[in-house]
């Protein structure tokens, strides 16, 4: 097969790393590392057999869907936290699991048919989680590039669906109300849902200057 591997996400580009490195003698892969890059790519001259979208951020036409396979790598447990920035949403609600779900991409916000979910404990730093999703991605992904021609695809069940919109710099900041509010252990999982590559969390101090929170303990 011809696979197109889209993302400019360091754990994405690891999958894409280790699925390049073992199937390249079965599968020819094609590499896009920007947005800039996909700009410039003539897919009706590759016209690939297989599309990897995982930690893609825009919207893919939807000519592509209807011509090519595209599969998107969402981290949660879809139906659940569809839409933007899933696992720091996840961290700072509490939620102790999320899930490494693959999906056929439709035209719907993260709605498409699941081909594998695997659960994973979100503990801890953001690296740490991100270690998770790399290692469940990879398995997922060979095991998918494996049954491809075989795949069962399972609906997902809108009545259990949430949705979440992508975060905003500005909700990155621990306010004196947040402080007075919330317990030690809601502060430690937004500072740590918020380490880099992601605005970190932070406190706003006199005349404007800010304070960044990067690591915590309890």
Known sequence: MKIVCCTYRDWAKKIYDFLESHFSQEHEFIRINSKKEYDQLN????????ILWYGWSW???KDILNKYYCVMLHPSPLPKYRGGSPI????INGETTS??????IDEGIDTGDIIYQKSFLLKGDLKDVFNFITNIGIKLSVKMLNNFHNLKLIPQNNNN???FKRRTPNQSEITIKEIRDYTAEDLYNKIRALQDPYPNAF????DGTKLY???AHI
């Open 43 to 50: 897919l009706t001259k590759e016209n690939p057999d297989l």
């Open 59 to 61: 919207i893919i036409p």
């Open 88 to 91: 720091q949403n996840q961290i």
């Open 99 to 104: 899930a490494v779900t693959l999906f056929k």
């Open 161 to 163: 669906s949430t949705y």
């Open 203 to 206: 406190i706003r101090c006199k």
């Open 213 to 215: 929170l990067t690591k």
